[in-house]
């Protein structure tokens, strides 16, 4: 079972313009231990397993990450923060880009062999991205494209580390 929660903001920006702010969260209980879960999922050369539109990561210098991947029509190469704390189970990130962009995730033990993996993102695309990411989504709005990707994130991470298959795949990249 995906627990969600959905937060929307209007704010103006300096110049009078309305800009949304979107915080997007989502839960999945995984039959893994929380070591071995969160292990996978801090490993850079993981990334590509579970997140549905990433195709390549590599690690850089520091808390760096270069993702590669692919959203719909649109190919995308990006520089970004990949901040992993393993004493609290909790991976944060962040994009360079010019979208406001950044979440984290995190694992939690629920007995020897169950755990609880959450997922947060903060993202505030400009107005033609969000406008995009709508038309390719199943529900045909920004919410559900977001929606979409986390719940195929979690869904992916759960398949996989229950071994019972891969990485699941948004509708805009089938």
């Not at 209007?10 to 969260?25: A, D, K, Q």
């Not at 760096?64 to 909790?90: L, W």
Request: charged fraction near 25%; aromatic fraction near 6%; include cysteine.
């Amino acid at each position: 079972m995906i627990a969600v929660t959905l937060e929307w903001n209007e704010l103006m920006s300096s110049n009078g313009n309305s800009v949304s702010t979107t915080e997007f969260e989502q839960s999945i209980t995984v039959a893994a231990p929380a070591d071995n879960l969160f292990d996978f999922l801090s490993n850079v050369s993981n990334v590509p397993q579970y997140l549905p539109t990433v195709k390549s990561a590599q690690p850089q210098q520091g808390e760096r990450i270069r993702t590669q991947g692919q959203s719909g029509d649109r190919s995308y190469d990006s520089d970004g923060h990949f901040r992993v704390d393993k004493q609290a189970q909790r991976i944060e990130w962040g994009s360079d880009g010019e979208n406001d962009y950044g979440g984290w995730l995190q694992v939690q033990g629920d007995g020897e062999s169950r755990s609880q993996v959450t997922v947060h993102i903060h993202f505030a695309p400009k107005p033609e991205m969000a406008q995009r990411m709508a038309e390719r989504s199943p529900g045909h709005s920004f919410e559900s494209a977001m929606d979409e990707g986390i719940s195929k994130t979690l869904e992916s991470i759960k398949r996989i580390c229950e071994g019972k298959g891969g990485k699941e795949e948004i509708e805009a990249n089938q």
